[in-house]
């Protein structure tokens, strides 16, 4: 062929890169161990695996097998670690991640061979896209171990990490685990996918160069029921940190419930990629080509349903289709390649099963002429039209290079379509219009949006999922909080005064109640004395006062038609309250749908609000006093105090409301990512028991002050300072159904709250048992859970009651990233 030739077909000539220094490094040091406290050693199985190269189907090395045994010696050893590295200062933490960032990009052209190799993506992804941002990973996360004393105060590291990978990114999603766990001081044990260990075995020579102290990054090769499951059982581990699917992740969600261990789960997506028609179409056909082909469509956000406006749907396609038949598609290593191998048979299988479903639905299948290579584990690109959106293709992660399109004709068909999913992980929306594209972003239920863009990842943006995408977020500060939780946690409870009977000097409560009967107060004997006909006093009964629910701002019955009565400290009868059940949750969990508009209105109305019902308490501070010495017996004085604190935590929710606001990221390109703080939606919450009222109050208010709406179960010991607050309520101009409150027995209606699929996160301040109910039970639409584990709080501590905690649990970030500047 002469250069003549070459200029008439514009072929490409084959351009890869060598495998040979990987190959070596591989043989040097076949079959690896495990990598505990710095050391590689044998498994105690004596067991290894092979390790597949996925593009020849061949092995490429072995490692070794870790079974449970393993996992002890490995916690063990972070355990001693972790005795040091969590009080190592954050600048020494620093230095150590500044040089494994620098290892990282030593190491960088090796690392992305073996990520080729063994995962079989394109080395053209390992190269640019992979390693960099693992790289950037570190140092981004070095900064933070740098700041976190003076941008974390009050905050200690959770411990030991238990952190297991699936294998689309196996060593950027190793660094999304490592980093931020590292910077907090934690010490980690980590657990590769079976089919992608290699580069993580790197990572753990790299650990070595940079002599990282020995046990703070453990690495277990081996199958999941080996080793994930040892390591999410393990008593001795402080956190799990999960990526994978779904369905692993809710069982990780129900092995963990009552266990004490915090849980970050990023989960699987079927993420809209919507085309208004003044979109770009050329730029939109690039753009999905990166949303769907990217990685082989093997990427947890991928752009996998593609949502086009009707009257440009037949043009785009047609484009798409002209694209699809110019993508290459073959060795990994070929530097001209688009797309790689599938990671193992298995999973092309189920890829092939998947659109052989499809088409057995009705869909039209599209795939381009050319032929895969038939050695190694190949699917080409795919293109589904005419599907419907309830058929399984639109609705199930196929976690492959399957592209379903659909049109709509209108935005709000478009938001309808996109949030038509159980997922939330993440949106591209594509528009010349600015105001279209930023109308719609907010709307659309998922982590990260991008508009004009699609599959951008930076370390200080942070990713991660609403619903059933999974909770916790990696990347950002918000990341960080994952990885940290607050010292007086671990320090115990200063509870002052909350079993206060007469602990503070004053009136006790039996005094106050004996003062009631003579001084004829708001609560208690109200007597009357008129005079009748003989002019002597005669005592009338008192008129019955039965506080019902609040469901949709009404005050309404239990649908049981039972009450159940209040004892006061005393143990007599103070009152009674309607004995709610599964119908009145179901109901005001309806109500609380309904009021989602509250979260569109402005944050300066919802202050207003806050203050406003500051001012209706206070006006009847005397009377929200005596309803609490008269259910717990603590001193009048005391009483005050709490309603004080109320009424103070209110006015610090209002001042929040307008103020807890998002940060605009600066990633290394041209955009800006503008992180935005959403409410998380419906909110179920069972309050405590001590403090009535201000348990009541702090759990409330900084949840409807970021937007959400309400179910709430108050105390189920002195349920009436939250009832008497309905009455405040309806005099606030607060919103129907954004407070719901409904009475009843704590764990019972917790757990119609959990087992809900429109409540999107609970908490719950009871028992132990209790939490693990609620944390068992949320798995089934893997709401947020914030749970105290029977651990009380000081509600009267400002660091404990109060404060960012509560508004971190009320919101959950969305990253909108919008194209800015040159
Ligand atoms: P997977 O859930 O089967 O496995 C993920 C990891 O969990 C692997 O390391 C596996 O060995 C381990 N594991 C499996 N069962 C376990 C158990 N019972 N206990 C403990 N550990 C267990 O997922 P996969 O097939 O490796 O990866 C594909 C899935 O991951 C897709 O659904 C994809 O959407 C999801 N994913 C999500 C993200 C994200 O950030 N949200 C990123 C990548 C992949
Ligand atoms: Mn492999």
């Not at 949030?419 to 929306?429: D, F, I, M, Q």
């Not at 409870?493 to 004996?514: P, Q, R, W, Y």
């Amino acid at each position: 062929m002469n250069v003549m030739d070459i200029f008439e077909t514009m072929e490409y000539g084959p351009a890869p890169e060598a495998a040979t220094p990987a190959l070596d490094w591989l043989k040097q040091r076949q079959p690896f161990g495990l990598f505990i406290n710095n050391q590689w050693v044998k498994p105690a199985s004596g067991q290894y695996l092979d390790s597949i190269n996925p593009s020849t189907g061949k092995p490429l090395t072995q490692v070794a097998a870790a079974n449970s045994a393993d996992v002890d010696a490995a916690v063990a050893a972070a355990r001693a670690a972790f005795e040091s590295w969590g009080k190592t200062p954050g600048h020494v933490r620093a230095r150590y991640m500044y040089a494994i960032a620098r290892h990282i990009q030593k190491h960088s052209r090796l690392l992305a061979v073996l990520e080729s190799l063994d995962n079989g993506k394109s080395i053209r992804e390992t190269r640019d896209l992979d390693i960099p941002l693992v790289a950037r990973h570190f140092y981004y996360h070095a900064g933070w171990a740098q700041l976190m004393d003076s941008q974390l105060p009050g905050y200690e590291p959770v411990g030991v990490v238990g952190q297991i990978i699936p294998w689309n990114f196996p060593l950027l999603m190793l660094a999304w685990k490592i980093a931020p766990a590292l910077a907090m001081g934690n010490t980690v044990v980590l657990k590769p996918a079976r089919y992608t260990s290699l580069t993580a075995l790197k990572f753990a020579e790299i650990m070595q160069e940079v002599e990282l102290p020995a046990g703070v990054v453990n690495i277990l090769t081996g199958e999941a029921s080996q080793v994930g499951e040892a390591l999410v059982r393990h008593p001795d581990v402080n956190k799990i940190a999960f990526t994978g699917s779904t369905d692993v992740g809710r069982s990780i969600r129900r092995a963990t419930a009552g266990s004490g261990k915090k849980l970050s789960l990023e989960l699987g997506g079927k993420s809209p990629f919507i085309v208004f028609d003044d979109a770009d179409l050329d730029s939109v056909v690039e753009g999905v080509v990166d949303a769907i082909w990217f990685n082989q469509g093997q990427v947890c956000c991928a752009g996998s349903r593609l949502l086009v406006q009707e009257d440009v749907a037949d043009r785009l396609i047609d484009k798409l289709r002209a694209r699809m038949e110019k993508l290459r598609l073959g060795n990994p290593l070929d530097k001209a390649v688009d797309m790689g191998a599938i990671v193992s048979p298995g999973q092309l299988k189920e890829i092939q099963r998947l659109v052989a479903q499809g088409v057995e639905e009705g869909a039209e299948m599209w795939q381009p002429s050319w032929a895969c290579p038939t050695e190694g584990y190949f699917f080409p690109p795919t293109l589904f039209t005419n599907v419907s959106p309830a058929t399984s293709i639109a609705q199930v992660e196929i976690f492959g290079p399957v592209l379903v399109s659909m049109t709509f004709r209108t935005p709000a068909e478009a938001v309808a379509l996109a949030n038509n999913t159980r997922y939330g992980l993440a949106a591209s929306v594509w528009s010349e219009n600015i105001n279209l594209a930023l109308d719609v972003a907010p709307k659309i239920k998922a982590g990260s949006v991008w508009v004009n863009c699609t599959n951008m990842f930076d370390a200080s943006s942070g990713f991660g999922g609403y619903r059933e995408s999974g909770f916790g977020r990696e990347g950002g500060k918000e990341g960080l909080y994952e990885y940290v939780r607050p010292a007086w946690e671990r320090h115990g409870v200063n509870t002052g005064s909350v079993n206060g009977h007469a602990d503070v000097e004053g009136m006790t409560g039996a005094e106050l109640i004996a003062q009631d009967e003579d001084s004829n107060g708001a609560i208690g004997r109200n007597e009357l004395r008129p005079y009748g006909d003989s002019g002597n006093a005669v005592t009338l009964p008192p008129i019955d006062r039965t506080p019902k629910m609040f469901i949709k701002g009404k005050q309404v019955r239990p649908d049981s038609g039972y009450s159940r009565d209040v004892y006061g400290a005393e143990h007599h009868v103070v009152g009674q309250v309607g004995e709610g059940n599964r119908k009145d949750i179901r109901n005001a969990v309806e109500a609380a749908h309904a009021a989602s508009g509250w979260a569109a209105g402005t944050t300066h109305n919802r202050a207003q609000i806050l203050y406003y019902i500051a001012e209706n308490l206070e006006i009847r501070q005397d009377e929200f006093a005596r309803r609490i010495v008269q259910q717990t017996g603590r001193s009048y004085e005391d009483a005050v105090r709490e309603v004080q604190a109320s009424i103070s935590r209110l006015f610090s929710y209002a001042a929040w409301a307008d103020k807890y606001e998002g940060v605009v990221h600066r990633p290394p390109l041209r955009g800006v990512v503008l992180a935005m703080n959403e409410a998380i939606g419906v909110i179920g919450m069972a309050c405590p028991d001590d403090y009535p009222l201000l348990g009541f109050v702090s759990l409330v208010a900084p949840a409807i002050a970021m937007g959400n709406t309400v179910v709430v179960v108050p105390s189920q010991q002195s349920p009436l300072s939250a009832t008497d607050c309905y009455q405040v309520f309806e005099t606030s101009d607060l919103p129907d159904g954004v407070v719901n409150i409904v009475t009843g027995e704590r764990d019972a209606l917790s757990s119609v709250l959990a087992d809900h699929d429109d409540v999107d996160a609970i908490w719950y301040s009871g028992t132990a048992e209790g939490s693990k109910l609620v944390e068992m039970a949320s798995a089934g639409n893997m709401k947020r859970t914030w749970v105290y584990y029977g651990h009380p709080r000081n509600w009267l501590d400002l660091a404990q009651g109060e404060g960012e905690e509560f508004l971190r649990e009320s919101t959950q970030v969305k990253n909108i990233w919008v194209p800015y500047g040159e």
